[in-house]
Structures are given as C-alpha cells and as structure tokens.
C-alpha cells in the first residue's frame, strides 16, 4: 500500500495558485518525496523531488514540513494544461489514487 | 531524443492467449519497473529490475512474467493466469534504483482481453 495520502480532489481557478498537500508520517530519513502528475491515458510526467529542503523548478515549487511527516506541492499560477491527476510518492514507488485537480476557466 | 518506447499503444487479445508487451529505453538507466493501471486507480507495481538479467516481484505479479536480457529491453508477459488482464500498462525506468533520481514513464499499453 502507498505510504503517502492525499485529497482525492481538487478544484482550483486560473491563473491562480494551487496547494496540494501530501501526508507521509511514516516516511524514513532517506526517502525522497517525489511528485508525478498524469493526463488522460498518458504516463506520469516528473514534476519535482525533494528531501529536506524547499524546491523550486520552472514546473512547481515543493515545500517539505520541517518533521518531513507532510510536503505541498505548489502550482504558482494554474493554466488549463495543469489539470492532471498529481501522485505524491516516497522511495517505495508506491503509487496511491492521487489528487485530482480541476482548473476552471 | 532518449526516452521509453511502450508499443503498442493499443493491444487487443483474446481470452486464453498469452500476450507480450514491449519497452524500450535508451536513457542508458539501470532499473526498470511495470505498473498496471485499473480505471480511477493509482498504479500498482508488477515487476522492477535493478539489474541486467535479474528482477524481482512487485505487489501485483502473480500471471505476469518478465525478462531483462539487455539493458534496454524489459518486456512484460501477461500469462492467461492473470484473471483479469485488460488495463493500462505503463513501463518505467531510472537511473538507478537508489531513489534520488527521478523516473521516466513510458506512453503506456492499453490491453484488452476479450
């Protein structure tokens, strides 16, 4: 079973941002938090990883929980192109249902 | 441009038939994993290879096979075992299987049994 648990969805405007949050309290010092996302019949695209410290790429920003027990993906500015279903996975590569996260117009 | 190739796209079998399902990458990555994928479900792990010619079991193997004789080839056998072999397959690969590298997914297979 995945370690991690996340809302099942999300609604979200746009052009603006979006949180979504992740439960992991049982991760373990070495894992890495990593975030995917997936569109319709298509595979997971990366999206960001981490492991103690905030991370910012040109996709998101990650931010960890000093306990590390939780992480926030951030989408600074949702477009349509982000409406996606958004996996939060430890080391394990143990996939939950992830978030689904609707943008509306 | 390096990537995963899954092919087919669509595959159509019938009942009773074994069926295998090809994945290819040339990102020159260590490890490489299968996934299936049930509708509104997340993705549950089959088999993974850290290795040429080794490989372990994932959550979900039983009527599933595999084999890693080159490093960029990794195919996936759905055995008239598997009870219920129509989803989405989705084939994976990383650098290595320590995990602070990112993974690469293939494009997926969409098999169904009929």
């Known amino acids: 079973d995945a370690k991690t648990t996340q809302p099942n969805s999300m609604e979200s405007n746009e052009e603006e941002p979006v949180h979504l949050p992740c439960n992991h309290s049982?991760?373990?010092?070495?894992?890495?938090i990593h975030w995917y996302r997936q569109l319709p019949s298509q595979g997971p695209e990366y999206v960001i990883h981490g492991l103690t410290s905030n991370v910012n790429n040109r996709m998101a920003s990650l931010a960890i929980a000093e306990d590390r027990k939780s992480s926030t993906l951030i989408l600074h500015r949702a477009t349509l192109r982000d409406a996606a279903v958004y996996y939060c996975i430890l080391n394990d590569m143990r996939f939950g249902a992830g978030t689904r996260l609707t943008v509306k117009p | 441009d390096g990537g995963i190739t899954q092919s087919p796209k669509y595959l159509f079998r019938k009942e009773g038939q074994n069926v295998t399902l090809s994945c290819e990458q040339n990102?020159?990555?260590?490890?490489m994993y299968w996934y299936r994928q049930d509708p509104g479900q997340g993705l549950r792990l089959i088999y993974y290879?850290?290795?040429?010619?080794?490989?372990q079991k994932g959550d979900i193997a039983e009527g599933y096979s595999v084999s890693r004789e080159k490093k960029e080839s990794f195919p996936l056998t759905v055995t008239s075992a598997q009870k219920n072999p129509t989803a989405f397959y989705l084939c994976?690969?990383?650098?290595?299987?320590?995990?602070?590298?990112?993974?690469?997914f293939g494009s997926g297979t969409r098999l169904t049994v009929v």
């Open positions: 290879s850290q290795i040429v010619n080794d490989f």
């Open positions: 049982t991760i373990s010092g070495t894992d890495y």
């Open positions: 994976a690969s990383s650098i290595a299987s320590t995990d602070m590298y990112g993974y690469t």
């Open positions: 990102l020159n990555h260590d490890a």
